[in-house]
């Protein structure tokens, strides 16, 4: 009795400070949609080798698969951020969700390699919308008290639907069929796009330009110190004869405005490298972290993938802690060390001893401060897309993201090829040290929440 007196109120506590929320019912439903759409950016790898076996390809044809999926998801984001903030975020996530599960539908019937091709090229397109929208919604529905901890959520979810995929389309693969295992995948994607148009309540939104000429609402959110969206020699700058004549023309077209404009801000340009930075390091563990183990550290292919397992629970931790000191720490301090922290963990991944505790614990730390940046950076571009732009935003940020996911995988293969698994792997830390720098090249305090 004395226990669950004691734990009750505790366990409750920490409850409030890791889930509690401003707008609880849509951050969750975007946060399902998150692990979704995680889920079948992943879907494929699990029965590559059945591909190949079914389709007589090749693992380089069939790994291109997986590039045009990536190429489709990237190029398109930009385009889907400027949609998502002239007709809206619900509609763009829910239509993308239904139209990447109809590319995996189409995977899942395809009689030769043309249609996987076309499948999978389809796919990236859906999919390519769920993030410019997805977290611009949650920057859109928290304020700067609790817009860390809502990141934090949301990474979770797709933390959640990364760890997913393997054991779940593998293991129906294992039981049944690949076809029946993609088909399934599809049809819940289907229903869950249906469920969240329904069930989401559209966001307020601003028809005005990103940064209003007059000192209307939105020039009253203040993101933090420094220069903000819009401010400067941005979209929002020039005189107010200037605005009235352009008014019309900046609401319909803010979106689009916004992409071209919002590069030219110095601030844009730092949260893009931290962004590249991040991906690139997360790209290349991701990617590498089974084969260093079994190359390296001479583990069987169970124990590394159950060592990769670990990991991505790290990673889910860190997303919801991370995300709740995001609203009550500098977040740039934050970046600067789990960054720092990133770049000493890798870097020692050469000097753990290869014993299956061990490297259960050591990789486990490791997924903790790897993934800690990431609610840091996200919070940090939440507090400056509250200005109109947030899709448009979010957009070129995730382009960074994609770039710097396709870009890790390359690099560090190459390394491998070069210099061996062994050495490659620890080189993945100058990445880390590299995002340390840019976060330090942040103007003290920035993004940091009010109060």
């Known amino acids: 009795m004395g226990r669950s007196g004691v734990g009750g109120p505790v366990s409750r506590t920490l409850r409030s400070r890791l889930f509690s929320v401003s707008n609880p019912r849509e951050v ?3 946060t399902v949609a998150h692990a979704v759409n995680e889920f079948y950016s992943v879907a494929l790898p699990p029965i590559l080798p059945l591909l190949v076996n079914d389709f007589a390809i090749s ?7 997986l590039t045009v999926f990536y190429v489709t998801y990237s190029v398109f984001q930009l385009p889907a951020g400027a949609l998502a903030d002239r007709i809206g975020q619900r509609w763009i996530l829910a239509v993308g969700m239904l139209v990447l599960s109809a590319g995996i539908l189409v995977a899942a ?4 390699y043309r249609t996987l091709v076309l499948a999978e090229a389809l796919a990236g397109l859906g999919g390519s919308t769920y993030h410019p929208a997805g977290m611009s919604l949650i920057s859109d529905l928290e304020g700067t008290t609790t817009e860390g901890k809502a990141m934090g959520i949301h990474g979770l979810g797709g933390v959640v639907g990364t760890a997913a995929a393997p054991a779940l389309v593998g293991g129906l693969a294992a039981l049944f069929d690949w076809r029946l295992a993609l088909t399934a995948s599809a049809g819940v994607g289907l ?3 249906l469920v969240f148009l329904a069930a989401f309540r559209d966001v307020p939104r601003s028809s005005g330009p990103a940064v209003e000429p007059d000192g209307g609402p939105e020039a009253e959110v203040e993101p933090g110190p420094g220069p903000g969206p819009g401010s400067g020699s941005g979209s929002g700058s020039g005189s107010g004869g200037e605005a009235d004549e ?3 023309a900046s609401s319909r077209w803010a979106g689009l405005g916004s992409i071209v404009s919002v590069p030219l801000e110095r601030w844009v340009v730092v949260l893009f490298l931290a962004n590249l930075a991040i991906s690139t390091e997360l790209g290349a563990v991701r990617t590498y972290v089974t084969s260093y183990l079994v190359e390296h550290a001479g583990a069987s292919t169970g124990l590394a993938n ?4 670990a990991m991505l629970v790290g990673a889910g931790i860190a997303s919801l802690g991370a995300g709740t000191l995001a609203d009550s720490m500098d977040r740039r ?3 600067v060390g789990a960054m720092a922290a990133s770049a000493v963990a890798l870097a020692g991944t050469a000097l753990v001893p290869p014993v299956g505790v061990v490297l259960f614990a050591y990789f486990f730390l490791t997924g903790v401060v790897m993934w800690a940046a990431l609610p840091a950076m996200n919070a940090i571009t939440s507090a400056y897309s509250e200005r109109g732009f947030s899709g448009s935003l979010f957009g070129v940020m995730l382009t960074a993201g994609s770039l710097g996911g396709a870009a890790g995988p390359l ?3 190459a390394a491998a090829e070069r210099f061996g698994m062994g050495t490659a792997f620890p080189m993945v830390a100058v990445v880390s040290a590299a995002g340390a720098v840019v976060f330090l090249s942040m103007r003290r305090g920035e993004g940091t929440p009010a109060g």
Do not use: I, K, R
Request: no cysteine; proline share 0%.
């Open 28 to 30: 969750w439903l975007v």
């Open 59 to 65: 693992y380089a044809e069939a790994g291109a698969l």
């Open 109 to 112: 019937g395809a009689q030769d």
């Open 191 to 193: 229903v869950y796009g």
């Open 246 to 248: 352009s008014g019309a």
């Open 306 to 309: 159950g060592v990769f397992f």
């Open 333 to 335: 301090t934050l970046g």
């Open 411 to 413: 690099l560090f293969g």
